[in-house]
C-alpha cells in the first residue's frame, strides 16, 4: 500500500518546491500544493510538479458562487487532480456544481473547519458550535452533495468516518509529537491520525523545514 503520507509543500518557488519533491518522492504518497504555490506558478507549475510522477492533491479551497466555482473547477479540468478541495461553506449548490465539473478521477473533498481554528476563533465568525458539531453538519452537508469526502482535524475525523464509512478522510493538524505547532490549533500526532480513520495526512512544514526532508519523512513514516 502506498503512504498515506501527503506532503504540503508551500513555497511559491517551484525550484524549492521540485527539490523537495524528489528528495521525499520515495518516503510519500503524494504531495500537496496550495495557494502559495499555485499564485506563484499556476497551471503550468501545477504541470511540471505532477510530471515528477507523485499523485498531486490541489488544495485550493475554492469558495464562492456556485457557477464561479463550477467554472473555475472546469478550468483545472486539464490537470486531472488526484485531489481537489472546496470549502464546504460555499454551500450545497457549490458543491455540487463543483462535483459536476471536476474529471471522473478526481476526489473532490470539502474542507469543514480548518485546523487552524478553535472554539473561539468559531465564535468570532458567529459559529456557536463546538468545531465537532460544525465539522460533523459540515460533513453531511458534503456527502448529500455528492462529494467524495472531507477535509478536518484528527479530532473529529473518527465521528466523521463513523457518519460515512466509504468516506474519504483528509487530515492535516498532524504534527509528530515532539514537533511545534505552528499556526495550528486543532493538532493530532499522525499515528493518532490513521487510528482515529483518515484516509490520508497532510503534513507540511515538520517535512519541508527539517534540515534534511527525506529523514524527517521516513521517521514520520516509522510511526505508522
Ligand atoms: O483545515 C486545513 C486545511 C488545509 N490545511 C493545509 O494543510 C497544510 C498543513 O501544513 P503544515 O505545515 O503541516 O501545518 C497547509 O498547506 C494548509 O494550507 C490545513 O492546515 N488545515
Known amino acids: 500500500m502506498s503512504s498515506p503520507i501527503f506532503v ?13 519533491a524528489t528528495r521525499i518522492r520515495n518516503h510519500v504518497g503524494g504531495i500537496k500544493l496550495g495557494l502559495e504555490f499555485f499564485c506563484a506558478n499556476g497551471r503550468q507549475g501545477i504541470r511540471e510538479m505532477a510530471d515528477l ?12 458562487i456556485p457557477n464561479t466555482v463550477g467554472k473555475a473547477v472546469q478550468a483545472l479540468r486539464p490537470l486531472e487532480p488526484a485531489i481537489l ?12 456544481d463543483a462535483k459536476a465539473a471536476a474529471p471522473l478521477g478526481t476526489k473532490v473533498v470539502a474542507v469543514t473547519v480548518l485546523t487552524s481554528l478553535d472554539r473561539s476563533d468559531l465564535g468570532a465568525i458567529g459559529v456557536e458550535d463546538e468545531p465537532h458539531d460544525q465539522v460533523a453538519r459540515l460533513t453531511g452537508l458534503a456527502r448529500e ?12 475525523v473518527a465521528a466523521a468516518r463513523a457518519s460515512w464509512p466509504d468516506g474519504f478522510f ?14 495550528q490549533k486543532r493538532v493530532v500526532t499522525p499515528r493518532a491520525a ?22 524527517a519523512a521516513r521517521a514520520i513514516a516509522a510511526t505508522l
Open 145 to 156: 452533495a455528492g462529494l467524495d469526502g472531507v477535509v478536518c482535524s484528527g479530532n473529529e
Open 194 to 215: 490513521l487510528d482515529a480513520g483518515a484516509s490520508i495526512l497532510v503534513i507540511g512544514r515538520p517535512i519541508t523545514q527539517a534540515q534534511d526532508p527525506d529523514l
Open 85 to 96: 478541495t472546496v470549502h464546504a461553506a460555499g454551500g450545497r449548490a457549490m458543491l455540487e
Open 53 to 64: 510522477g507523485l499523485p498531486v492533491f490541489l488544495d485550493l479551497k475554492l469558495h464562492d
Open 170 to 183: 483528509v487530515v492535516p493538524g498532524v504534527r509528530p509529537a515532539d514537533a511545534q505547532a505552528g499556526d
Open 8 to 20: 504540503a509543500i508551500d513555497t511559491p518557488d517551484l525550484e524549492r518546491a521540485k527539490t523537495i
